[in-house]
Protein backbone atom coordinates (compact mmCIF):
# COMPACT_ATOMS: atom_id res chain seq x y z
CA UNK A 1 0.00 0.00 0.00
CA UNK A 2 1.25 3.52 -0.82
CA UNK A 3 2.32 5.76 1.79
CA UNK A 4 -0.70 8.34 0.74
CA UNK A 5 -2.92 5.31 1.25
CA UNK A 6 -1.45 4.72 4.64
CA UNK A 7 -2.31 8.38 5.69
CA UNK A 8 -5.21 8.43 4.28
CA UNK A 9 -6.14 4.96 6.62
CA UNK A 10 -9.16 5.69 9.64
CA UNK A 11 -6.18 5.46 12.22
CA UNK A 12 -5.24 9.04 11.08
CA UNK A 13 -8.77 10.57 10.45
CA UNK A 14 -10.84 12.27 13.01
CA UNK A 15 -8.00 12.53 15.06
CA UNK A 16 -8.64 13.26 19.06
CA UNK A 17 -5.85 14.90 21.23
CA UNK A 18 -3.08 13.08 21.94
CA UNK A 19 -3.58 10.56 18.88
CA UNK A 20 -0.54 11.86 17.34
CA UNK A 21 1.23 11.98 20.46
CA UNK A 22 0.41 8.30 21.26
CA UNK A 23 1.85 7.25 17.65
CA UNK A 24 5.19 8.06 19.03
CA UNK A 25 5.12 7.89 23.01
CA UNK A 26 3.06 6.25 25.58
CA UNK A 27 4.09 8.56 28.14
CA UNK A 28 7.14 10.29 29.78
CA UNK A 29 7.58 9.64 33.71
CA UNK A 30 9.21 11.25 35.99
CA UNK A 31 11.11 9.02 38.55
CA UNK A 32 12.91 10.87 41.86
CA UNK A 33 13.87 9.64 44.89
CA UNK A 34 11.97 9.40 48.21
CA UNK A 35 13.91 8.96 51.45
CA UNK A 36 11.36 6.48 53.23
CA UNK A 37 10.25 5.08 49.56
CA UNK A 38 13.36 4.84 47.51
CA UNK A 39 12.43 5.55 43.79
CA UNK A 40 8.81 6.95 43.51
CA UNK A 41 7.29 8.22 40.31
CA UNK A 42 6.28 11.71 41.06
CA UNK A 43 4.79 12.20 37.76
CA UNK A 44 3.28 10.63 34.58
CA UNK A 45 2.21 12.73 31.58
CA UNK A 46 -0.20 12.98 29.88
CA UNK A 47 -2.60 12.43 33.22
CA UNK A 48 -4.95 10.37 31.24
CA UNK A 49 -2.55 7.54 30.63
CA UNK A 50 -2.70 4.68 32.95
CA UNK A 51 -0.06 2.45 34.13
CA UNK A 52 -0.63 -0.52 36.37
CA UNK A 53 1.24 -0.97 40.03
CA UNK A 54 3.25 -3.20 38.74
CA UNK A 55 4.84 -1.19 35.71
CA UNK A 56 5.08 1.59 37.88
CA UNK A 57 7.40 0.11 40.05
CA UNK A 58 9.24 -1.47 37.08
CA UNK A 59 9.82 1.33 35.44
CA UNK A 60 10.98 3.55 39.22
CA UNK A 61 13.69 0.96 39.59
CA UNK A 62 15.09 0.44 36.35
CA UNK A 63 14.99 4.52 35.72
CA UNK A 64 18.12 4.61 38.08
CA UNK A 65 21.65 3.23 38.01
CA UNK A 66 22.53 0.37 40.69
CA UNK A 67 24.13 2.08 43.70
CA UNK A 68 27.35 0.73 42.79
CA UNK A 69 27.61 2.50 39.16
CA UNK A 70 28.97 5.68 41.15
CA UNK A 71 26.66 7.75 38.23
CA UNK A 72 27.66 11.39 39.07
CA UNK A 73 26.42 13.96 36.92
CA UNK A 74 23.94 12.92 33.87
CA UNK A 75 23.70 9.23 32.66
CA UNK A 76 21.59 8.42 29.62
CA UNK A 77 20.60 4.32 29.07
CA UNK A 78 17.62 2.50 27.83
CA UNK A 79 15.05 -0.51 29.03
CA UNK A 80 12.60 -2.65 27.89
CA UNK A 81 9.96 -4.09 30.14
CA UNK A 82 6.86 -6.60 30.15
CA UNK A 83 3.59 -4.47 29.41
CA UNK A 84 1.34 -6.12 32.09
CA UNK A 85 -1.49 -8.94 30.60
CA UNK A 86 -4.98 -7.90 30.05
CA UNK A 87 -4.07 -4.44 28.72
CA UNK A 88 -2.49 -5.45 25.98
CA UNK A 89 -4.63 -3.56 23.51
CA UNK A 90 -2.35 -2.33 20.47
CA UNK A 91 -2.04 1.09 19.07
CA UNK A 92 -4.24 1.31 16.11
CA UNK A 93 -1.69 2.59 13.96
CA UNK A 94 0.99 0.34 14.90
CA UNK A 95 -1.41 -2.28 13.17
CA UNK A 96 0.01 0.00 9.76
CA UNK A 97 3.21 0.41 10.86
CA UNK A 98 4.36 -2.96 11.32
CA UNK A 99 3.13 -3.98 8.06
CA UNK A 100 5.53 -1.56 6.09
CA UNK A 101 8.32 -1.08 8.59
CA UNK A 102 11.14 -3.81 8.71
CA UNK A 103 10.36 -7.15 11.22
CA UNK A 104 13.06 -5.83 13.35
CA UNK A 105 11.46 -3.11 14.31
CA UNK A 106 8.07 -3.65 14.82
CA UNK A 107 6.45 -3.28 17.69
CA UNK A 108 5.63 -5.99 20.26
CA UNK A 109 2.59 -5.60 22.03
CA UNK A 110 4.01 -7.33 25.16
CA UNK A 111 6.59 -4.75 25.82
CA UNK A 112 7.57 -1.16 26.81
CA UNK A 113 10.71 0.47 26.32
CA UNK A 114 11.92 3.23 28.73
CA UNK A 115 14.50 5.58 27.49
CA UNK A 116 16.38 7.32 30.79
CA UNK A 117 17.88 10.69 31.67
CA UNK A 118 19.13 10.89 34.87
CA UNK A 119 20.34 13.11 36.73
CA UNK A 120 22.89 13.24 40.47
CA UNK A 121 24.41 15.66 41.87
CA UNK A 122 25.16 16.92 45.43
CA UNK A 123 22.55 19.34 46.48
CA UNK A 124 23.04 20.32 50.31
CA UNK A 125 19.49 21.48 50.40
CA UNK A 126 18.17 18.20 49.97
CA UNK A 127 18.47 16.28 53.23
CA UNK A 128 20.11 13.18 51.34
CA UNK A 129 22.61 15.15 50.08
CA UNK A 130 21.87 14.54 46.51
CA UNK A 131 19.53 15.54 44.03
CA UNK A 132 18.52 12.25 42.16
CA UNK A 133 15.26 12.52 39.48
CA UNK A 134 15.12 10.41 36.15
CA UNK A 135 12.93 11.57 33.09
CA UNK A 136 11.87 8.62 31.12
CA UNK A 137 10.64 7.89 27.95
CA UNK A 138 7.97 5.38 27.37
CA UNK A 139 7.13 4.25 23.73
CA UNK A 140 6.55 1.06 21.79
CA UNK A 141 8.82 1.90 19.25
CA UNK A 142 12.70 1.01 19.38
CA UNK A 143 14.09 4.09 18.01
CA UNK A 144 16.86 3.86 20.39
CA UNK A 145 18.79 6.79 18.98
CA UNK A 146 15.85 8.92 18.18
CA UNK A 147 14.56 8.61 21.66
CA UNK A 148 18.11 8.86 23.25
CA UNK A 149 18.50 11.83 21.58
CA UNK A 150 15.07 13.10 22.52
CA UNK A 151 15.06 12.85 26.23
CA UNK A 152 18.62 14.40 26.10
CA UNK A 153 16.77 17.52 25.12
CA UNK A 154 13.58 17.00 27.09
CA UNK A 155 14.97 16.20 30.61
CA UNK A 156 17.83 18.80 31.09
CA UNK A 157 14.97 21.76 30.13
CA UNK A 158 12.91 19.54 32.80
CA UNK A 159 15.30 20.30 35.33
CA UNK A 160 15.44 23.83 34.49
CA UNK A 161 12.33 24.86 34.15
CA UNK A 162 9.88 22.39 35.04
CA UNK A 163 6.63 21.05 34.26
CA UNK A 164 5.39 23.86 31.92
CA UNK A 165 8.75 22.65 29.64
CA UNK A 166 7.60 18.99 30.03
CA UNK A 167 4.31 20.06 28.63
CA UNK A 168 5.72 22.14 25.93
CA UNK A 169 7.39 18.93 24.56
CA UNK A 170 4.71 16.77 25.08
CA UNK A 171 2.47 18.99 22.59
CA UNK A 172 5.17 19.37 19.92
CA UNK A 173 5.48 15.49 19.94
CA UNK A 174 1.36 15.52 19.33
CA UNK A 175 1.74 17.55 16.27
CA UNK A 176 4.52 15.25 14.74
CA UNK A 177 3.40 13.31 11.64
CA UNK A 178 2.79 9.90 12.00
CA UNK A 179 6.05 7.27 11.65
CA UNK A 180 5.27 6.27 8.12
CA UNK A 181 7.95 3.46 6.93
CA UNK A 182 9.58 5.10 4.20
CA UNK A 183 9.65 8.68 4.97
CA UNK A 184 11.45 11.52 6.07
CA UNK A 185 10.15 13.97 8.66
CA UNK A 186 11.07 16.98 10.30
CA UNK A 187 9.76 16.66 13.63
CA UNK A 188 9.65 20.48 15.83
CA UNK A 189 11.09 19.79 19.52
CA UNK A 190 11.38 23.24 21.44
CA UNK A 191 11.93 25.68 18.73
CA UNK A 192 14.05 23.22 16.88
CA UNK A 193 13.77 20.75 14.05
CA UNK A 194 14.77 16.75 14.11
CA UNK A 195 14.87 15.47 10.29
CA UNK A 196 14.88 11.52 10.40
CA UNK A 197 13.74 9.13 8.54
CA UNK A 198 11.46 5.69 8.98
CA UNK A 199 12.70 2.54 8.07
CA UNK A 200 10.90 0.88 5.16
CA UNK A 201 10.45 -2.89 4.46
CA UNK A 202 11.87 -2.43 0.68
CA UNK A 203 14.62 -0.43 1.86
CA UNK A 204 17.85 -2.56 0.53
CA UNK A 205 19.77 -3.51 3.95
CA UNK A 206 23.38 -3.04 1.96
CA UNK A 207 23.16 -0.21 0.03
CA UNK A 208 21.98 3.30 1.45
CA UNK A 209 18.14 4.32 1.80
CA UNK A 210 17.05 5.52 -2.04
CA UNK A 211 16.19 8.87 -2.04
CA UNK A 212 13.64 9.02 0.49
CA UNK A 213 9.71 10.21 0.18
CA UNK A 214 7.94 12.93 2.01
CA UNK A 215 4.64 14.10 2.20
CA UNK A 216 5.86 17.66 2.01
CA UNK A 217 7.25 18.33 -1.85
CA UNK A 218 10.54 20.08 -0.12
CA UNK A 219 11.47 19.61 3.41
CA UNK A 220 12.70 22.72 5.27
CA UNK A 221 16.26 22.95 6.56
CA UNK A 222 16.91 20.92 9.68
CA UNK A 223 18.96 22.08 13.01
CA UNK A 224 19.79 18.06 13.65
CA UNK A 225 19.88 15.19 11.07
CA UNK A 226 19.97 11.98 12.91
CA UNK A 227 21.36 9.20 10.27
CA UNK A 228 19.10 6.63 12.63
CA UNK A 229 16.48 6.21 14.70
CA UNK A 230 17.48 2.62 15.67
CA UNK A 231 20.88 2.30 15.06
CA UNK A 232 24.07 2.34 17.45
CA UNK A 233 28.21 2.28 17.27
CA UNK A 234 28.74 -1.52 16.76
CA UNK A 235 32.44 -0.61 16.64
CA UNK A 236 32.80 1.17 19.73
CA UNK A 237 30.76 -1.02 21.52
CA UNK A 238 32.19 -4.48 20.07
CA UNK A 239 36.32 -3.39 20.04
CA UNK A 240 36.99 -4.64 23.22
CA UNK A 241 35.77 -8.06 22.12
CA UNK A 242 36.09 -7.68 18.85
CA UNK A 243 38.03 -10.70 17.84
CA UNK A 244 35.02 -12.88 19.07
CA UNK A 245 32.01 -10.58 16.89
CA UNK A 246 31.47 -13.75 15.18
CA UNK A 247 31.42 -15.79 18.05
CA UNK A 248 28.96 -13.79 19.03
CA UNK A 249 26.99 -13.53 15.79
CA UNK A 250 26.34 -16.90 16.30
CA UNK A 251 25.33 -16.98 19.84
CA UNK A 252 22.61 -14.25 19.32
CA UNK A 253 21.19 -15.99 15.67
CA UNK A 254 20.55 -19.44 17.98
CA UNK A 255 19.12 -17.54 20.95
CA UNK A 256 21.32 -19.12 23.20
CA UNK A 257 21.42 -17.43 27.00
CA UNK A 258 23.52 -14.24 27.36
CA UNK A 259 24.67 -11.79 30.01
CA UNK A 260 26.56 -9.26 29.55
CA UNK A 261 28.62 -7.34 32.30
CA UNK A 262 29.42 -3.71 32.65
CA UNK A 263 30.17 -1.27 34.97
CA UNK A 264 27.10 1.43 33.86
CA UNK A 265 24.14 0.94 32.59
CA UNK A 266 24.68 2.92 29.57
CA UNK A 267 27.68 0.70 27.96
CA UNK A 268 25.18 -2.59 28.97
CA UNK A 269 22.05 -0.66 27.26
CA UNK A 270 23.94 0.30 24.28
CA UNK A 271 26.34 -3.54 24.27
CA UNK A 272 22.42 -5.41 24.61
CA UNK A 273 21.14 -3.64 21.54
CA UNK A 274 24.05 -4.17 19.62
CA UNK A 275 24.42 -7.80 19.67
CA UNK A 276 20.44 -7.69 18.84
CA UNK A 277 21.31 -5.71 16.04
CA UNK A 278 24.13 -8.37 15.21
CA UNK A 279 21.53 -10.56 13.07
CA UNK A 280 19.79 -7.37 11.24
CA UNK A 281 17.60 -7.55 9.42
CA UNK A 282 16.45 -10.82 10.90
CA UNK A 283 14.24 -9.54 13.99
CA UNK A 284 15.68 -11.23 17.67
CA UNK A 285 12.81 -12.93 18.77
CA UNK A 286 13.74 -13.76 22.40
CA UNK A 287 13.24 -11.17 25.01
CA UNK A 288 16.15 -9.05 25.57
CA UNK A 289 16.67 -6.66 28.85
CA UNK A 290 19.28 -3.93 28.13
CA UNK A 291 19.43 -2.82 31.36
CA UNK A 292 18.22 -5.34 34.38
CA UNK A 293 18.36 -5.03 37.78
CA UNK A 294 17.75 -7.39 40.94
CA UNK A 295 14.58 -5.52 40.95
CA UNK A 296 13.15 -6.39 37.87
CA UNK A 297 9.81 -8.31 38.36
CA UNK A 298 11.74 -11.04 36.18
CA UNK A 299 14.55 -11.39 38.50
CA UNK A 300 13.58 -14.94 40.03
CA UNK A 301 12.65 -16.35 36.69
CA UNK A 302 15.81 -15.58 34.67
CA UNK A 303 18.19 -16.01 37.24
CA UNK A 304 16.78 -19.57 38.57
CA UNK A 305 18.91 -22.64 39.09
CA UNK A 306 16.20 -25.30 39.25
CA UNK A 307 15.76 -25.46 35.07
CA UNK A 308 18.57 -24.24 32.37
CA UNK A 309 18.79 -20.50 32.28
CA UNK A 310 16.27 -19.06 29.35
CA UNK A 311 17.34 -18.34 25.93
CA UNK A 312 17.11 -14.46 26.54
CA UNK A 313 20.25 -11.49 27.02
CA UNK A 314 20.31 -9.94 30.17
CA UNK A 315 22.57 -6.46 30.55
CA UNK A 316 23.79 -5.96 34.43
CA UNK A 317 25.90 -3.85 36.24
CA UNK A 318 25.41 -5.16 39.78
CA UNK A 319 28.30 -7.53 40.61
CA UNK A 320 25.49 -9.47 42.95
CA UNK A 321 24.47 -11.08 39.35
CA UNK A 322 28.23 -12.60 38.65
CA UNK A 323 27.66 -14.92 41.72
CA UNK A 324 23.87 -15.09 40.70
CA UNK A 325 24.30 -15.59 37.07
CA UNK A 326 27.25 -18.31 37.27
CA UNK A 327 25.38 -20.87 35.92
CA UNK A 328 24.72 -19.27 32.78
CA UNK A 329 26.94 -20.79 29.63
CA UNK A 330 27.59 -17.46 28.00
CA UNK A 331 29.00 -14.58 29.67
CA UNK A 332 30.04 -10.88 27.92
CA UNK A 333 32.22 -8.83 30.47
CA UNK A 334 33.08 -5.18 28.62
CA UNK A 335 34.57 -2.03 30.28
CA UNK A 336 35.74 0.96 29.98
CA UNK A 337 37.01 0.92 25.60
CA UNK A 338 40.20 1.01 25.37
CA UNK A 339 41.99 0.61 21.92
CA UNK A 340 44.52 -2.01 23.43
CA UNK A 341 42.10 -4.29 24.41
CA UNK A 342 41.17 -5.09 20.95
CA UNK A 343 43.04 -8.44 20.67
CA UNK A 344 42.20 -9.02 23.96
CA UNK A 345 42.29 -13.32 23.81
CA UNK A 346 39.05 -15.09 24.74
CA UNK A 347 38.87 -16.57 27.63
CA UNK A 348 36.98 -20.22 28.82
CA UNK A 349 35.76 -20.95 31.64
CA UNK A 350 36.94 -24.31 33.07
CA UNK A 351 35.79 -26.85 35.84
CA UNK A 352 37.04 -25.44 38.80
CA UNK A 353 37.66 -21.60 37.28
CA UNK A 354 36.56 -19.01 39.83
CA UNK A 355 34.31 -16.36 39.32
CA UNK A 356 36.73 -13.56 40.69
CA UNK A 357 38.40 -13.14 37.10
CA UNK A 358 35.10 -12.78 35.33
CA UNK A 359 33.98 -9.73 37.86
CA UNK A 360 37.33 -7.62 36.89
CA UNK A 361 38.20 -9.03 33.20
CA UNK A 362 36.71 -8.24 29.80
CA UNK A 363 35.64 -10.64 27.83
CA UNK A 364 33.69 -13.97 26.75
CA UNK A 365 33.68 -15.99 29.17
CA UNK A 366 32.24 -19.33 27.15
CA UNK A 367 32.52 -23.29 26.39
CA UNK A 368 30.76 -22.69 23.08
CA UNK A 369 32.21 -24.32 20.13
CA UNK A 370 31.60 -22.25 16.91
CA UNK A 371 30.03 -23.81 13.94
CA UNK A 372 31.36 -21.91 11.54
CA UNK A 373 35.68 -20.90 11.26
CA UNK A 374 36.45 -17.36 11.87
CA UNK A 375 36.85 -14.82 9.22
CA UNK A 376 40.57 -13.37 9.93
CA UNK A 377 40.36 -10.95 6.92
CA UNK A 378 37.87 -8.79 8.31
CA UNK A 379 39.82 -8.70 11.90
CA UNK A 380 42.86 -8.05 10.09
CA UNK A 381 41.24 -5.26 8.29
CA UNK A 382 39.20 -3.39 11.23
CA UNK A 383 42.83 -3.86 12.90
CA UNK A 384 44.50 -2.09 10.79
CA UNK A 385 41.64 0.34 10.92
CA UNK A 386 42.46 1.15 14.43
CA UNK A 387 46.26 1.13 14.35
CA UNK A 388 45.67 3.72 11.15
CA UNK A 389 42.89 5.75 13.34
CA UNK A 390 40.52 5.29 10.71
CA UNK A 391 37.03 7.07 11.95
CA UNK A 392 34.98 5.07 13.86
CA UNK A 393 32.18 6.03 11.64
CA UNK A 394 33.97 4.02 8.74
CA UNK A 395 34.75 1.37 11.00
CA UNK A 396 30.99 0.45 12.06
CA UNK A 397 30.25 0.71 8.88
CA UNK A 398 32.96 -2.14 7.86
CA UNK A 399 31.72 -4.21 10.89
CA UNK A 400 28.04 -3.71 10.01
CA UNK A 401 28.00 -4.90 6.18
CA UNK A 402 30.19 -7.65 7.71
CA UNK A 403 27.46 -8.57 9.95
CA UNK A 404 25.11 -8.07 7.22
CA UNK A 405 25.99 -10.39 4.57
CA UNK A 406 26.62 -12.78 6.98
CA UNK A 407 23.28 -13.09 8.02
CA UNK A 408 21.95 -12.54 4.73
CA UNK A 409 24.52 -15.22 3.54
CA UNK A 410 22.83 -17.51 6.60
CA UNK A 411 19.02 -16.31 5.16
CA UNK A 412 19.13 -16.37 1.59
CA UNK A 413 18.74 -20.33 1.06
CA UNK A 414 15.61 -20.07 3.85
CA UNK A 415 14.03 -17.29 1.35
CA UNK A 416 15.15 -19.70 -1.58
CA UNK A 417 13.28 -22.42 -0.15
CA UNK A 418 10.42 -20.89 1.19
CA UNK A 419 9.65 -19.31 -2.16
CA UNK A 420 10.03 -23.36 -3.36
CA UNK A 421 7.05 -23.88 -0.89
CA UNK A 422 4.90 -21.02 -2.66
CA UNK A 423 1.89 -22.82 -5.01
CA UNK A 424 2.48 -22.01 -8.76
CA UNK A 425 0.69 -18.81 -9.86
CA UNK A 426 -0.88 -20.76 -13.02
CA UNK A 427 -2.86 -22.72 -9.94
CA UNK A 428 -4.85 -19.68 -8.51
CA UNK A 429 -8.00 -20.15 -9.53
CA UNK A 430 -11.34 -18.29 -9.03
CA UNK A 431 -13.37 -21.32 -8.99
CA UNK A 432 -11.16 -23.00 -6.08
CA UNK A 433 -10.44 -22.53 -2.53
CA UNK A 434 -7.33 -20.59 -2.30
CA UNK A 435 -4.12 -22.88 -2.17
CA UNK A 436 -1.50 -22.96 0.85
CA UNK A 437 1.75 -22.76 1.09
CA UNK A 438 3.39 -26.24 1.66
CA UNK A 439 4.35 -27.37 4.86
CA UNK A 440 8.69 -26.29 5.37
CA UNK A 441 9.97 -29.86 5.79
CA UNK A 442 14.02 -29.65 7.86
CA UNK A 443 15.15 -32.41 5.88
CA UNK A 444 13.76 -30.50 2.35
CA UNK A 445 15.86 -27.86 3.25
CA UNK A 446 19.07 -29.14 4.05
CA UNK A 447 19.34 -31.37 0.54
CA UNK A 448 18.78 -28.13 -0.62
CA UNK A 449 21.94 -26.69 0.93
CA UNK A 450 24.41 -28.70 -1.28
CA UNK A 451 23.90 -26.71 -4.49
CA UNK A 452 22.41 -23.66 -3.37
CA UNK A 453 23.68 -23.15 0.29
CA UNK A 454 25.63 -20.14 1.63
CA UNK A 455 29.10 -21.26 0.03
CA UNK A 456 26.91 -19.75 -2.43
CA UNK A 457 27.69 -16.27 -1.09
CA UNK A 458 29.89 -16.67 1.72
CA UNK A 459 33.89 -17.97 1.64
CA UNK A 460 33.68 -19.05 5.55
CA UNK A 461 34.10 -23.00 5.65
CA UNK A 462 32.51 -24.57 8.90
CA UNK A 463 29.66 -26.89 9.55
CA UNK A 464 26.82 -24.89 8.19
CA UNK A 465 24.36 -27.83 8.87
CA UNK A 466 25.07 -28.00 12.17
CA UNK A 467 24.25 -23.95 12.68
CA UNK A 468 20.57 -24.56 10.38
CA UNK A 469 19.96 -27.49 12.56
CA UNK A 470 20.15 -25.27 15.90
CA UNK A 471 18.78 -22.44 14.10
CA UNK A 472 15.57 -24.80 14.10
CA UNK A 473 14.90 -25.12 17.80
CA UNK A 474 15.06 -21.30 18.75
CA UNK A 475 12.57 -18.68 18.47
CA UNK A 476 14.38 -16.71 16.18
CA UNK A 477 13.55 -19.21 13.47
CA UNK A 478 9.63 -19.98 14.69
CA UNK A 479 9.37 -15.93 14.72
CA UNK A 480 11.04 -15.41 11.05
CA UNK A 481 8.68 -18.82 9.91
CA UNK A 482 5.66 -17.29 11.19
CA UNK A 483 6.07 -13.83 9.38
CA UNK A 484 7.20 -15.44 6.22
CA UNK A 485 4.04 -17.65 6.12
CA UNK A 486 1.62 -14.38 6.87
CA UNK A 487 3.92 -12.74 4.39
CA UNK A 488 3.49 -15.51 1.73
CA UNK A 489 -0.81 -16.28 2.67
CA UNK A 490 -1.18 -13.05 2.30
CA UNK A 491 0.29 -12.77 -1.08
CA UNK A 492 -1.69 -16.03 -2.12
CA UNK A 493 -4.98 -14.31 -1.10
CA UNK A 494 -4.62 -11.08 -2.94
CA UNK A 495 -3.89 -13.44 -5.98
CA UNK A 496 -6.75 -15.04 -5.46
CA UNK A 497 -8.83 -12.04 -4.89
CA UNK A 498 -7.57 -10.41 -8.09
CA UNK A 499 -7.91 -13.56 -10.32
CA UNK A 500 -11.69 -13.49 -8.93
CA UNK A 501 -11.67 -10.12 -10.46
CA UNK A 502 -10.41 -10.46 -13.99
CA UNK A 503 -12.38 -13.90 -13.97
CA UNK A 504 -15.22 -13.89 -16.69
CA UNK A 505 -17.71 -15.36 -14.00
CA UNK A 506 -20.76 -14.95 -15.45
CA UNK A 507 -19.21 -17.56 -18.29
CA UNK A 508 -18.07 -19.73 -15.82
CA UNK A 509 -21.72 -19.93 -14.05
CA UNK A 510 -23.77 -20.86 -17.05
CA UNK A 511 -23.26 -24.58 -17.35
CA UNK A 512 -23.25 -25.16 -13.38
CA UNK A 513 -25.51 -26.34 -10.39
CA UNK A 514 -26.97 -23.93 -8.04
CA UNK A 515 -24.64 -25.25 -5.36
CA UNK A 516 -21.24 -24.50 -7.52
CA UNK A 517 -22.56 -20.44 -7.96
CA UNK A 518 -24.22 -19.96 -4.35
CA UNK A 519 -20.54 -21.36 -2.80
CA UNK A 520 -18.57 -19.41 -5.66
CA UNK A 521 -21.11 -16.14 -3.85
CA UNK A 522 -20.14 -17.27 -0.40
CA UNK A 523 -16.16 -17.16 -0.81
CA UNK A 524 -17.03 -14.12 -2.63
CA UNK A 525 -18.34 -12.52 0.07
CA UNK A 526 -15.42 -14.04 2.38
CA UNK A 527 -13.07 -12.09 0.47
CA UNK A 528 -14.74 -8.56 0.69
CA UNK A 529 -15.06 -9.20 4.46
CA UNK A 530 -11.51 -10.18 4.35
CA UNK A 531 -10.26 -7.08 2.32
CA UNK A 532 -12.28 -5.25 4.84
CA UNK A 533 -10.27 -6.85 8.06
CA UNK A 534 -7.12 -7.43 6.93
CA UNK A 535 -3.97 -5.97 5.83
CA UNK A 536 -4.04 -7.26 2.53
CA UNK A 537 -2.16 -4.68 -0.20
CA UNK A 538 -4.87 -4.14 -2.26
CA UNK A 539 -6.32 -0.86 -3.48
CA UNK A 540 -9.94 0.35 -2.95
CA UNK A 541 -10.51 -0.53 -6.42
CA UNK A 542 -9.78 -4.13 -6.51
CA UNK A 543 -12.59 -4.20 -3.92
CA UNK A 544 -15.02 -2.16 -6.04
CA UNK A 545 -14.41 -4.68 -9.35
CA UNK A 546 -14.88 -7.73 -6.81
CA UNK A 547 -18.19 -6.08 -5.10
CA UNK A 548 -19.45 -5.23 -8.47
CA UNK A 549 -18.53 -8.99 -9.81
CA UNK A 550 -20.59 -10.37 -6.81
CA UNK A 551 -23.48 -8.25 -7.75
CA UNK A 552 -23.30 -9.58 -11.56
CA UNK A 553 -23.29 -13.31 -10.22
CA UNK A 554 -26.19 -12.94 -7.93
CA UNK A 555 -28.47 -10.69 -10.28
CA UNK A 556 -27.48 -13.95 -13.03
CA UNK A 557 -29.17 -16.24 -10.56
CA UNK A 558 -32.93 -17.06 -10.71
CA UNK A 559 -35.19 -14.65 -8.72
CA UNK A 560 -36.33 -16.92 -5.81
CA UNK A 561 -32.47 -17.89 -5.03
CA UNK A 562 -31.37 -13.79 -5.49
CA UNK A 563 -33.88 -13.15 -2.35
CA UNK A 564 -32.57 -15.55 -0.38
CA UNK A 565 -28.19 -14.32 -1.17
CA UNK A 566 -29.37 -10.54 -1.12
Not at 391 to 413: C, G, N
Request: hydrophobic share 40%; net charge positive.
Amino acid sequence: MANEELLKSPTTVGLLPWDRFHNWVQCVCVVTFDLELGQAMELVYPGHVKLTDKEKTNICYLSFPDSNSGCMGDTQFHFRIRQCPGRKVPHPYYVTYNRECPAALQTDNGYYYGYVYFRQIKDRTIRRGYFQKSIVIISKLPFVSLFNYLVGIIAPQFFENGLPSLEAVCHNIDQWTAPVPGDTLNLPVVGSLIQVRIPCRSDKVIAMPAQVRSQEPELLPANTILPSVHEVDLFSIFQPVLGHVQLLWELVLTGEPLVVMTASPTLSAKTVQSLVHMIWPLKYCSDYRPYFTIHDSEFREYTTKTQAPPGVILGVTNPFFVKTLQHWPHVVRIGEMQEERLSRTLVRLKKGSTMKALECSPGVYTRYKPFLSKDKAILKKLQKGVTSKRPLEVQTALLKRYLLELTQSFMIPLERYIGSLMPLQRNISPHKAVPCLKSFDVEGFIKTLEHSGPQLTSGLKGNWVGLYRKFFHTSNFEGWLKYRQQEVNQKLQALHIEAMCQADLLTWIQDKKEVEVVDLVLRMREKLTYLQNSDVPLSQDVATKLRNNLEDVITALPSDLQSVLL
